[in-house]
């Protein structure tokens, strides 16, 4: 008898079936059944034990971000103070409105003090920024290297924020005879200088609405 008949012969029969036969059943019914235990299960539950510790990496990765923050949290407000009170101190260099022709003034008398000689000074219109207006001054002004060079540190250590910008210097000679500004021999050399001389302003927040 082929294998074909003895199966159909055990399903049919299955009581006057050979042991083997009966043996062979056991076994797929055992194996098909601990096939479905599997998928059903142990895949699963491996799917979900490998999603589980995707989710504990990423859970101690931010527990340890939010640990480090609250452990420098008392750093971060100590640094936060220095940084507020800082502004406060660059904010009272920045002059109020009733205090700006004074330093224009200031600006002008440290260029009279250094020795130049004032061509055009002609403050320009305010040009409004976020939370401060800046004072733009026009300056045209002759002088030697020196006395240029000691009028731009002297703007530096006013008590208010005063900075130069677009400066442009040429000399007051024939081009025949023009040199370098660096050089020695140009440092007494008289000097014609262009800049933008800018003050600045804090704006009060009812100013900035």
């Given at each position: 008898?082929?294998?074909?008949?003895?199966?159909?012969?055990?399903?049919?029969?299955?009581?006057?079936?050979?042991?083997?036969?009966?043996?062979?059943?056991?076994?797929?019914?055992?194996?098909?059944?601990?096939?479905?235990?599997?998928?059903?299960?142990?895949?699963?539950?491996?799917?979900?034990?490998?999603?589980?510790?995707?989710?504990?990496?990423?859970?101690?990765?931010?527990?340890?971000?939010?640990?480090?923050?609250?452990?420098?949290?008392?750093?971060?407000?100590?640094?936060?103070?220095?940084?507020?009170?800082?502004?406060?101190?660059?904010?009272?260099?920045?002059?109020?409105?009733?205090?700006?022709?004074?330093?224009?003034?200031?600006?002008?008398?440290?260029?009279?003090?250094?020795?130049?000689?004032?061509?055009?000074?002609?403050?320009?219109?305010?040009?409004?920024?976020?939370?401060?207006?800046?004072?733009p001054i026009f300056l045209k002004?002759?002088?030697?290297?020196?006395?240029?060079?000691?009028?731009?540190?002297?703007?530096?250590?006013?008590?208010?924020?005063?900075?130069?910008?677009?400066?442009?210097?040429?000399?007051?000679?024939?081009?025949?005879?023009q040199q370098n500004t660096h050089?020695?021999?140009?440092?007494?050399?008289?000097?014609?200088?262009?800049?933008?001389?800018?003050?600045?302003?804090?704006?009060?927040?009812?100013?900035?609405?």
């Amino acid at each position: 008898m082929s294998l074909k008949e003895q199966f159909i012969y055990l399903i049919e029969d299955p009581v006057n079936a050979s042991r083997l036969m009966k043996l062979g059943l056991i076994i797929v019914l055992v194996l098909a059944s601990l096939y479905s235990i599997y998928q059903w299960f142990i895949v699963d539950d491996l799917a979900e034990l490998k999603r589980l510790r995707h989710q504990e990496i990423r859970l101690k990765t931010i527990f340890k971000e939010k640990h480090n923050q609250a452990y420098l949290l008392p750093f971060y407000r100590v640094q936060l103070q220095e940084i507020q009170n800082m502004f406060g101190e660059m904010i009272k260099t920045l002059p109020k409105q009733t205090e700006v022709p004074g330093l224009i003034l200031d600006i002008s008398e440290v260029a009279v003090a250094n020795g130049l000689r004032i061509q055009v000074f002609e403050p320009k219109a305010e040009v409004m920024r976020k939370f401060y207006a800046e004072k733009p001054i026009f300056l045209k002004a002759t002088g030697s290297y020196q006395q240029l060079a000691s009028f731009a540190s002297d703007l530096a250590i006013l008590p208010r924020i005063v900075s130069l910008h677009n400066i442009e210097l040429s000399p007051l000679q024939p081009k025949s005879t023009q040199q370098n500004t660096h050089s020695p021999q140009a440092l007494n050399s008289i000097l014609e200088m262009q800049a933008i001389v800018k003050t600045f302003r804090y704006l009060a927040k009812e100013a900035r609405l």
